[in-house]
């Protein structure tokens, strides 16, 4: 149990353009999600919090209105890039936690964005 | 808010020996401590994980040791196999900003045959 997917795993795209990247929780229902972004031989860092139903909080130095997150449903979180740059190339990962009682967070596999 | 460091960035081991790799953390109401594995271009795997109310705990070949006071917390592994390489990352677990998890920067190990 607690499988998260992304979808999808790779997209390039040219500069401009938007780009939308899901995840799921596939067989539990998780309140909070949360984006990160990864680059290169770096850790991870946390982008935004999202909880179901309500608005994402979003880490200091990320654009709202850049980073678009939606968490429509228990089961579903969206992140679109809106007007992409080059230097907006990364990997992106969600993580999914059940409730605000819930320790563990499950990660998605990431996926690999690549603007040009 | 959290700040997690993590030492070292690099670690080089012979096959069969042990590696460690150490963090601490600023939060003292930090109160979990997961340590995960990254494989290039995947996602991070939760190898293991210590709460604060824990000093000690261990699986197999990997362990973790957790000093409250001195706010940090290692990972241990023996007898170390080539499969073993890939980048660690520590992480502790903010409770005053959402209970969102703080990444320390990463070690690539590499054990080599």
């Known amino acids: 149990g607690a499988v998260v997917s992304q979808h999808p795993s790779w997209v390039i795209c040219k500069s401009g353009t938007s780009v939308k990247i899901e995840c799921r929780s596939l067989?539990?229902?998780?309140?909070?999600m949360f984006w990160y972004r990864q680059f290169p031989k770096q850790s991870l860092m946390l982008m935004a919090t999202?909880?179901?139903?309500?608005?994402?909080?979003?880490e200091q130095g990320v654009e709202k209105d850049k980073f678009l997150i939606n968490h429509a449903s228990l089961t579903l979180s969206t992140l679109t890039v809106t007007s992409a740059h080059p230097e907006d190339s990364s990997f992106y990962i969600c993580?999914?936690?059940?409730?605000?009682?819930?320790?563990?967070?499950?990660f998605g596999p990431g996926t690999r964005l690549t603007v040009t | 808010g959290e700040n997690v460091e993590q030492h070292p960035s690099t670690l080089s081991v012979q096959e069969g020996d042990s590696a460690v790799i150490k963090c601490t953390y600023s939060?003292?109401?930090?109160?979990?401590f997961p340590w995960y594995k990254q494989e290039l271009g995947k996602r991070p795997q939760l190898i293991i994980d210590?709460?604060?109310?824990?000093g000690e705990k261990k699986d197999q070949r990997i362990a973790v040791t957790l000093n409250k006071t001195a706010k940090h917390f290692s990972l241990h592994i023996t007898e170390t196999q080539p499969e073993d390489s890939a980048v660690y990352f520590c992480?502790?677990?903010?409770?005053?900003?959402?209970?969102?998890?703080?990444f320390g920067g990463g070690t690539r190990l590499m054990v080599k045959p």
């Open positions: 993580s999914a936690r059940r409730d605000a009682t819930s320790y563990e967070q499950y």
């Open positions: 067989d539990f229902q998780a309140t909070t």
């Open positions: 999202s909880n179901e139903g309500s608005k994402a909080t979003y």
């Open positions: 939060d003292s109401a930090s109160n979990y």
């Open positions: 210590i709460r604060s109310n824990v």
């Open positions: 992480a502790a677990k903010d409770t005053n900003a959402g209970n969102m998890l703080t």
